[in-house]
């Protein structure tokens, strides 16, 4: 099998969710006076979907996707998500100017994204879930 880039072990999986729960726990503390959202959970029928859907979308309007980004969002308080944080995806393609930040990989501007996935539970659970 050929080597992952970016691949990392389930410790250091936990050493980056350490370092982000004091971020989180102000988060909770301060804005929503309750635990925060820390994770999405997407189906792999949904990821594999998503996947040939915003590649399709993307030929279609002109891009040739060639990756995903993926992005912290949150809910107003009076939306689904009660103000709960969430992530969603967004398809990426070259960019010729390279000024999109992204090394040359910049968001397809017209290219729809992915959301709701499923919160963890409880919605503030920590690495790993079980």
């Given amino acids: 099998m050929a080597k992952i880039k970016g691949l990392i072990s389930p410790k250091e999986a936990k050493q980056l969710n350490d370092a982000f729960t004091e971020r989180c726990e102000l988060i909770s503390k301060e804005i929503t006076k309750r635990p925060d959202n820390r994770s999405s959970w997407f189906s ?14 993307a030929r279609e309007n002109g891009h040739e996707m060639n990756g995903i980004r993926i992005y912290c969002g949150a809910y107003s308080t009076t939306e689904v998500g009660v103000g709960y944080s969430t992530s969603f995806i967004v ?7 390279g000024k999109d930040g992204g090394g ?11 959301n709701f996935g499923n919160n963890g539970w409880p919605p503030n659970a920590n690495y790993p879930q079980q």
Wanted: charged residues 35%.
């Fill in 91 to 97: 398809p990426t393609a070259r960019t010729i100017d």
């Fill in 104 to 114: 040359g990989n910049g968001d397809i501007p017209d290219g729809d994204g992915l």
């Fill in 44 to 57: 792999l029928e949904d990821i594999k979907a998503y996947l040939e859907y915003a590649e399709k979308q």
